[in-house]
T-cell receptor, first 112, second 118 residues
Framework: LAKTTQPISMDSYEGQEVNITCSHN???????ITWYQQFPSQGPRFIIQ???TKVTNEVASLFIPADRKSSTLSLPRVSLSDTAVYYC?????????????FGPGTRLSVLP | DVKVTQSSRYLVKRTGEKVFLECVQD?????MFWYRQDPGLGLRLIYF???????EKGDIPEGYSVSREKKERFSLILESASTNQTSMYLC?????????????????FGSGTQLSVL
């Protein structure tokens, strides 16, 4: 079971780039890295997923070094609406959820 | 867009009551999940189902049961509600990953049901 460690909270200002790093030393060969975003009073929402190197979509970028023992979610030019909790998940959900663990996440506060 | 609908946004129940939480998804997903979320503990998996009438225990199944009679509907049942089951309950569904190795399934969550047991 791949355990993840990420900062409990982060503060940023509008317009800045935010990088949230997740450590996953026990990642297995077939594990993907997935990030979710959760706003207050809502369920989590998928942001991005990657296996190695770099993945970019319209919302964020995900950087994964060669050893895959960590990953960094990058949010470009954050706005107040990016204030949320961000979860890093590692594991193969196709093994039916047993090793897909949501930790406490990182609470990002974007300040004006 | 995938829609996962939970029947109630807020529920208040008494200790000892039998409580039903309903979840419906509209994307023909095979897999459905029930999580509970408590402050400081993140999301914890209660039960999941990978097919109609199939169910598997998650990390914290005690005090709960589930029912999946139709593919689109997954119900969580609190047989005898207790105060320590006061929580936010989140339902999710997913479709299988793709590629080799297969990607993680993407979970689609409902908005949650805040249950208070008094």
């Amino acid at each position: 079971l791949a355990k993840t460690t990420q900062p409990i909270s982060m503060d940023s200002y509008e317009g800045q780039e935010v990088n949230i790093t997740c450590s996953h030393n026990n990642i297995a060969t077939n594990d993907y890295i997935t990030w979710y975003q959760q706003f207050p009073s809502q369920g989590p929402r998928f942001i991005i997923q990657g296996y190695k190197t770099k993945v970019t979509n319209e919302v964020a970028s995900l950087f994964i070094p060669a050893d895959r023992k960590s990953s960094t979610l990058s949010l470009p030019r954050v706005s107040l609406s990016d204030t949320a909790v961000y979860y890093c998940l590692v594991g193969a959900l196709y093994n039916y959820g047993q090793n897909f663990v949501f930790g406490p996440g990182t609470r990002l506060s974007v300040l004006p | 867009d995938v829609k996962v609908t939970q029947s109630s946004r807020y529920l208040v129940k008494r200790t000892g009551e039998k409580v039903f939480l309903e979840c419906v998804q509209d994307m023909d997903h095979e897999n459905m999940f029930w999580y509970r979320q408590d402050p400081g503990l993140g999301l914890r998996l209660i039960y999941f189902s990978y097919d109609v009438k199939m169910k598997e225990k998650g990390d914290i199944p005690e005090g709960y049961s589930v029912s999946r009679e139709k593919k689109e509907r997954f119900s969580l049942i609190l047989e005898s509600a207790s105060t320590n089951q006061t929580s936010m309950y989140l339902c999710a569904s997913s479709f299988p990953g793709q590629g080799s190795p297969p990607t993680n399934e993407k979970l689609f969550f409902g908005s949650g049901t805040q249950l208070s047991v008094l």
